[in-house]
């Protein structure tokens, strides 16, 4: 699935070909751009007076091809679940763009948007709050088919659910029974099977093995990569765990205080990261090997998150950044490929003085 | 939690025919770790596998087996019976009087087991008629006081709750204006603009004045569910707000409403006594109990069987509805099941 059998650009070992031949280049499903979330804060409680906002998202651009996995890192706060929620429909956008297959999203309503909805679903962080537990499992999945008719006609619909359970490997019979009846792996299985069930072309998944245990995490994340071979979907994948994220993504891309700090493959971020917030959290990253461990190089970085309502001028990063200088506060550094990089460490990054780190 | 030492059957593994395409993926668990995978559940019970169930469908096949249930069924059956037909269960005129015949001749052992088993008041009428007679309008004015109240304070919380904004402003504005009313005053005010007093014109008032406390509890039960994942997810499938409300969020956030309704049936008959008793409410030719019961104060220290029967029977109905609140509530929640 390479471009056209070509060697993909900086591919070195036979290992890092044959990897790279692996990542699905198809056309771009989704095209984000300059995306922008802001949160009104008012003060006043009568007349209500707008004093500032959280730029929860702010400006984030990215496209996410036919068959891809895009994981998205970064800590908490920084934008994730909000861009997640963006990208659904479920809070509407301040500015910017979601266009699916070239047709702009972010500002349907009504009809239009809920047959955009057929095609993007989500899966939820915690499955033990994001099924009914006054449903039964057969409604629960089945709820799609009522509220869009068209996919399975009536007579059909216990079956198509039946089918669904089977896919996501739970026992059809368990149609009748409730959520609090099963654990939180399979829970979480029935919101893969809800998220399913319109058959959508791609699935944004929130953070959807953070609140599961780690056995159950794999046996989820096995699940989600059978049924994107088998059903051809794209993810959007939000985790903080860059591991889970490495395994599962095609290309990952590093948020930071509402924006994309840098987005590539994910070799050309895991081991050819440019951007310090990058360099800085994958040296977070615990290495089991206790040799390795010492002799490699943490970057602890000091400070905390600045206040999203406030985000510092130019680049975002340079109040903790150990590279910052004069400049970084003058000017936002742009999302792109740095002239002097070479190899796989010339990817999108949004650093004035990107380069890669030895030893993290 | 499901046992999850219990094995699943091999047809139902989800590897059967989905091969594995990337061997770099799988060295994450391998195929060992699928096989952890299959936690599985007590086999269903074939023979109910084909029909599909709802949550209303198995809460009341849930509620015919709670003895609990059943007693307060039965209850308020027979004080409904009552209610729609006294002659069925006294003969005796509740209004036949007999001054000679009141509470402070000594009874005999005729009269345990005559209209008079139950005694006789101040004016020698029998207790035993008047508490069935004064079922019809206790029972009428708690049950539609109870409905409307719920309905009406059900409706604007889950508005106010639901919708929020300028909605939730406005409702939530005129809650507390009626809280700040005072029930009987209000009532007193109310009822005097009636031209003609009779049940209806209390269960117009009491209705009228207290959907506030049900409003309250709606809106605080739908605020807390509304924000849980799964109306979101159900935003996300594309659902409408009728189905959001009556089938996400309604199941989820009455309970407390059926709790707190249920308990204040109780209250609202003895609202209408109250009324009665400071002569704004039902008048003497009507029966109720809290006519009998504001009466029989008067003469608790000598009789205090006057005052008794009215107020056990009333006790006993409140009961009856609060055990099948309680009922109800358990049954819709398939985790007490």
Known sequence: ?360 | MPDRNESIPDDHDPLRNIAPTDSDHLDYVGQQGLAVEQETLIEPDPGKREQARSLWGDAWRDLRRRPIFIISAVLIVLLILIAIFPSLFTSTDPRASDLTNNYLRRPDWSDFFGAGWFGYDGQGRSIYARVIYGARASITVGICVTLAVTLLGGLAGMSAGYFGGWMDAVISRITDIFFGIPLLLGALVLLNAFATRNVWSVVIALAFLGWTQLARVMRGSVITVKQSDYVVAGRALGAGTGRLMFRHILPNAIAPVIVVATIALGGYITAEATLSFLGIGLQDPTISWGVDISSAQKVIRQAPFVLFFPAAALSITVLAFIMMGDAVRDALDPKLR
Not at chain 1, 271 to 299: F, G, M
Not at chain 1, 326 to 338: F, N, V
């Open chain 1, 1 to 360: 699935m390479t471009v056209n059998g070509a060697t993909p650009l900086g591919a070195t070992t036979p290992e890092e070909v044959a990897f790279a031949q692996e990542v699905r280049r198809g056309e771009p499903i989704l095209e984000v751009r300059d995306l922008r979330k802001h949160f009104p804060l008012t003060r006043g409680v009568l007349f209500k007076k707008q004093v500032g906002a959280v730029k929860a998202v702010d400006g984030v651009s990215f496209d996410l091809m036919q068959g891809e996995t895009l994981g998205i890192v970064g800590e908490s706060g920084c934008g994730k679940s909000t861009l997640a929620k963006v990208l659904m429909n479920l809070e509407p956008a301040s500015a910017g763009s979601v266009k699916y297959k070239g047709e702009e999203i972010s500002r349907l309503s009504g009809s239009a948007l809920k047959a955009v909805r057929r095609n993007i679903q989500m899966v939820f962080q915690d499955p033990y709050t994001s099924l009914n537990p006054r449903m039964t499992v057969g409604d629960i999945i089945g709820e799609p088919f009522e509220i869009h008719p068209e996919v399975a006609p009536k007579g059909d619909r216990r079956k198509a659910v039946q089918d669904l359970l089977d896919v996501v490997g739970l026992n059809p019979e368990y149609i009748n029974r409730y959520p609090h009846q099963f654990s939180g792996g399979q829970r979480q299985r029935i919101g893969i099977a809800r998220g399913l069930a319109l058959k959508p072309e791609i699935i944004i998944c929130d953070e959807p093995v953070s609140a599961l245990d780690v056995s159950v995490q794999a046996q989820v994340i096995n699940l989600l990569e059978q049924l994107q071979a088998e059903f051809e979907l794209s993810y959007m994948f939000i985790a903080h765990d860059l591991s889970i994220v490495r395994h599962i993504s095609d290309r990952v891309g590093v948020m930071y205080l509402g924006r994309m700090v840098e987005i590539g493959s994910d070799l050309e971020i895991y081991d050819h990261a440019t951007h310090p917030y990058t360099q800085a959290l994958l040296s977070a990253v615990p290495v089991p090997d206790p040799t390795a461990r010492e002799s490699r190089d943490r970057i602890v970085l000091v400070g905390d998150v600045p206040s999203p309502a406030k985000p510092p001028s130019g680049c975002r990063f340079r109040t903790r950044c150990w590279k910052a200088q004069e400049k970084c506060e003058r000017e936002d550094p742009a999302l792109t490929a740095r002239e002097w990089l070479e190899g796989r460490a010339r990817h999108d990054s949004a650093c004035h003085f990107a380069a890669e780190r030895e030893n993290i």
